[in-house]
């Protein structure tokens, strides 16, 4: 298993909220990415990182932000929730390099009323 | 821009029948994975194909990467309930930078 943890795995909040979604994990890898995903759909990369202190936009444009002030952590931030941010976000991580599968975490299933 | 295509959407079968997924990438890859996604779940890794013309196997999957790393194949002989879920390639480009493209995924319905 995976050492890769996602909190909280469900929210439900109010439009106009802000909220921050936590990814951590302990494998020291370098790199972190978020994905956007509604059930059964495809992934959507939003966010990814090469490392501390590096954060890139991915396909999906987002009105998320993220932060890589340490290796381990990733958190991502949405600072005025909308229904339309009503989705499932997986974090991931991988070593660089050819041997780069991803980690995925278990997700935050976040709902906006 | 670069994509990787994934074909069927949806796959339907009878328990006990053969499924195949396939993967297109509009640019060479440097290696192509594959992972699973059970219904509520998060997508777990499989696999890695890295060679030219690579097969892999895992019991009942047989995994292949095209001689032109282009384009890659998940075959599943004699389906099981258990292999319900959607499968997704991932390929990462040959062009030296660093980003995996996701391929949309193939949606396996497994009937008993």
């Known amino acids: 298993e995976a050492d890769i943890y996602q909190t909280p795995r469900y929210l439900v909040i109010g439009t106009g909220k802000k909220i921050t979604l936590e990814c951590s994990q302990t494998?020291?890898?370098?790199?972190m990415y978020w994905y956007q995903q509604d059930p059964g759909m495809e992934l959507h990369l939003i966010h990814y990182s090469y490392g501390v202190n590096s954060t890139e936009k991915g396909d999906l444009s987002s009105e998320s932000t993220v932060s890589r002030i340490r290796t381990e952590h990733f958190p991502l931030t949405l600072e005025s929730a909308r229904p339309s941010h009503t989705s499932q976000y997986l974090c991931a991580s991988s070593v660089s390099g050819l041997e780069s599968e991803q980690f995925f975490g278990p997700g935050t299933r976040l709902t906006v009323l | 821009g670069q994509q990787v295509m994934q074909i069927p959407q949806y796959q339907h079968v009878q328990e006990g029948e053969d499924f195949t997924t396939y993967c297109n990438s509009s640019t060479t890859l440097s290696n192509i994975q594959w992972y699973k996604q059970r219904p509520g779940g998060h997508p777990v890794f499989l696999i890695q194909?890295?060679?030219?013309?690579e097969v892999k196997k895992q019991k009942r999957l047989t995994f292949q990467f095209g001689e032109a790393k282009k384009n890659s194949s998940l075959h599943i002989t004699a389906t099981q309930t258990t292999d319900v879920g959607t499968y997704f390639c991932a390929g990462e480009p040959n062009t030296g930078g660093f980003k995996t493209i996701f391929g949309a995924g193939t949606r396996l319905f497994v009937k008993a």
């Open positions: 494998m020291g890898h370098d790199k």
């Open positions: 194909l890295v060679k030219s013309g």
